[in-house]
């Protein structure tokens, strides 16, 4: 099949001469090309043994819970961490989501509770997809959301419509890489590049965008870059948004390092990010919530307090309770 490009022909691009994102038979690949994904390196891990099996077992990290309703009340911008890639953010006076997931489900056990009742997520504005991998777009948690926000609007990647339409959304824009969503008053808010990949299903791998997001108030500057390995997009991304004040980096599921750094960042390598960007305050997330690879639960933050420590972040590190009111 012949190369194509995709993007929505109703949102700007923030770069000149951008044909949108590329597919490869009919597939979205990454800047530096496609991530090999096959069973047959799930099938090897599941096989594998693995060499901090003890060490995990005894680690008995959970990420602390502070039961704060302030985000709910408060005027200025701030955020909220929910766990995961999961932030409530209230900017220029909306309540935004990202990524929400908030119930366990089959194979993905929340080792955290959410700090507050669902109940009150309520007069969400707008709710913010990276992709649609099962940790972090959940049907049940959609469902609830849209029964509690029923004209809430979904900024999510391209070719993500259907999925939410069958569950009853009705405002959805899709974006591509770069485009700025034009239509949202008080916040710049741009979809991104990622190196990831997406898959539901057994046969759709890659028939879905994925991608990061910059948030922008006349107060506030944050990228959130959603599930990612390191990559080249960083260094670009400092020179496009170089006033980014808060950087939410992932920093758990690393290993196997063979199979899971195609696909997610190391704490060394969201260091290593977080420098090039050029951002002031590092955000730890995907991490603690769900146990989803070979690390001890608690390692990905000591890693990070350690690299802290040693003088390796060129800036601040904030890592809030889940639940905890953080003004920007």
């Known amino acids: 099949m012949a190369e194509q490009f995709l993007h929505n022909p109703d949102l700007p691009f923030i770069k000149e001469n951008n044909a949108g994102n590329k597919l490869v038979n009919n597939r979205f690949v990454n800047q ?9 390196q799930v099938l090897r891990w599941a096989f594998s043994k693995n060499p901090q099996r003890a060490e995990k077992k005894s680690d008995t990290f959970r990420l602390p819970v502070k039961k704060d309703e302030r985000i709910f ?3 200025d911008d701030a955020f909220c961490w929910l766990g995961h ?7 220029g006076g909306k309540l935004l989501l990202t990524d929400p997931i908030l119930f366990s489900s089959t194979g993905l056990k ?10 009150l997520l309520k007069n969400i504005d707008y709710i913010l997809f990276t992709h649609t991998h099962r940790d972090h777009f959940d049907e049940k948690s959609v469902r609830l959301l849209l029964q ?6 979904f900024l999510v990647p391209l070719r993500m419509s259907p999925l939410l339409e069958k569950l009853g959304a009705k405002n959805i824009t899709e974006a591509g890489w770069y485009q700025h969503h034009n239509h949202v008053a008080g916040i710049d808010i741009v979809f991104l590049p990622a190196h990831h990949w997406n898959r539901r299903w057994m046969y ?4 879905e965008l994925w991608g990061s997001f910059h948030l922008q108030t006349k107060s506030s500057s944050v990228y959130f870059a959603g599930d990612t390995a390191y990559a080249g997009h960083f260094k670009e991304l400092a020179q ?12 758990g599921a690393y290993k196997p390092e063979w199979m899971m750094q195609r696909a997610h960042t190391s704490p060394h390598e969201a260091v ?6 050029g951002a002031q305050v590092f955000i730890p997330m995907h991490y603690g919530t769900f146990d989803l690879s070979d690390e001890p639960i608690g390692e990905p933050l000591r890693t990070v307090r350690e690299l802290h420590r040693d003088g390796k972040l060129n800036g601040e590190l904030l890592a809030p309770a889940v639940g905890e009111t953080i003004l920007l």
Do not use: C
């Open 73 to 75: 009340a408060q005027h």
């Open 204 to 207: 759709d791998t890659n028939r």
């Open 85 to 91: 890639a999961a932030f409530l953010f209230r900017l």
């Open 32 to 40: 530096e090309g496609m991530i090999p994904v096959g069973f047959s």
């Open 148 to 153: 509690q926000n029923p004209d809430v609007q």
């Open 240 to 251: 496009l948004f170089p006033a980014t004040k808060h950087a939410l980096l992932p920093i």
């Open 272 to 277: 290593q990010a977080f420098n090039e960007l």
């Open 110 to 119: 929340r080792l955290s509770p959410l700090p507050f009742d669902v109940s």
